[in-house]
C-alpha cells in the first residue's frame, strides 16, 4: 500500500525557475492539501482540494498554483522560484471530516538558489 | 484565527525521565490530534481526543483532552532513545477545511 507518494525528494532551483511538485495518493481520499514545513514555524497550510475540480487558498499561497484534475493526483506549482520558497513541503490526504486522520508523503525538500 | 501554542519548543532529557508536552489555544476544538515526525519524513498521526476530559493511552504515552477542548497534553513515561522526534499537535479549523498545527516539541532521548 503506497500511501501518499511525492516526487522529487530534493530539488535546486534558481530563482525565477518554475517547476512542479508531484503528489498522489492511493487511498482514494477526498481531502488532500499541500504544507511548507519551515524551522520555527510548524506546518503552514498552501492549498487545498475537498475533493476533484475543487481547490482553495490555505494561510500562505502565494506564489503556488495547484489543480485537481483526478482524486487521486494533487501538483503544487511554483510559478517564479524565490529563495523565500526554499522549504520543506508537504502533501496530506485524508477522509473529509474532522478528526480524521492525515497521511502525509515523505516530503521534497526545495532550495531555492 | 485559531492557534494551537506549544511549549516547551525543545526538551532534551535522559533516557528514563518522564515529560509532559502541552498544547494550548484560546479557541474550542471539536478534536485534537498528536502527530510525530521523525527526520526525513511526514508526521504520523499517534492519537485522536475528540471528548472534553478525555485520556488515551498508548504504551508509555498518555494523552489528554483539555475540559474545554482548548487544550491537551501528551505525557511520555520512561523515555526512552526510540522517542525522540518532532511532536505537533493538530486541530481541525472551524470550516473543517484545514488541519491547523501548533509549531511543534522537538524532544531529545539520550541513553
Known amino acids: 500500500n503506497a500511501g501518499v507518494t511525492q516526487t522529487p525528494k530534493f530539488q535546486v532551483l534558481k530563482t525565477g525557475q518554475s517547476m512542479t511538485l508531484q503528489c498522489a495518493q492511493d487511498m482514494n481520499h477526498e481531502y488532500m492539501s499541500w504544507y511548507r514545513q519551515d524551522p520555527g514555524m510548524g506546518l503552514r497550510l498552501i492549498h487545498y482540494s475537498v475533493g476533484a475540480g475543487i481547490t482553495d487558498q490555505g494561510e500562505v499561497p502565494n506564489g503556488y498554483n495547484v489543480s485537481r484534475s483526478t482524486t487521486e493526483d494533487f501538483p503544487l506549482r511554483l510559478l517564479s522560484a524565490a529563495p523565500s520558497q526554499t522549504s520543506v513541503y508537504f502533501c496530506?490526504?485524508?477522509?473529509?471530516?474532522?478528526?480524521?486522520?492525515?497521511?502525509f508523503g515523505q516530503g521534497t525538500r526545495l532550495t531555492v538558489v | 484565527t485559531q492557534l494551537l501554542e506549544q511549549s516547551p519548543q525543545f526538551l532534551s532529557i535522559q533516557e528514563g525521565e518522564n515529560l509532559t508536552v502541552y498544547c494550548n489555544s484560546s479557541s474550542v476544538f471539536s478534536s485534537l490530534q498528536w502527530y510525530r515526525q521523525e527526520p526525513g519524513e511526514g508526521p504520523v498521526l499517534l492519537v485522536t481526543?475528540?471528548?472534553?476530559?478525555e485520556v488515551k493511552k498508548l504504551k508509555r504515552l498518555t494523552f489528554q483532552f483539555g475540559d474545554a477542548r482548548k487544550d491537551s497534553s501528551l505525557h511520555i513515561t520512561a523515555a526512552q532513545p526510540g522517542d525522540t522526534g518532532l511532536y505537533l499537535c493538530?486541530?481541525?479549523?472551524?470550516?473543517?477545511?484545514?488541519?491547523?498545527f501548533g509549531k511543534g516539541t522537538t524532544l531529545s532521548v539520550s541513553s
Open positions: 481526543v475528540v471528548t472534553g476530559g
Open positions: 496530506a490526504s485524508s477522509l473529509l471530516g474532522s478528526g480524521t486522520e492525515a497521511f
Open positions: 493538530a486541530g481541525p479549523s472551524q470550516a473543517g477545511t484545514a488541519l491547523i
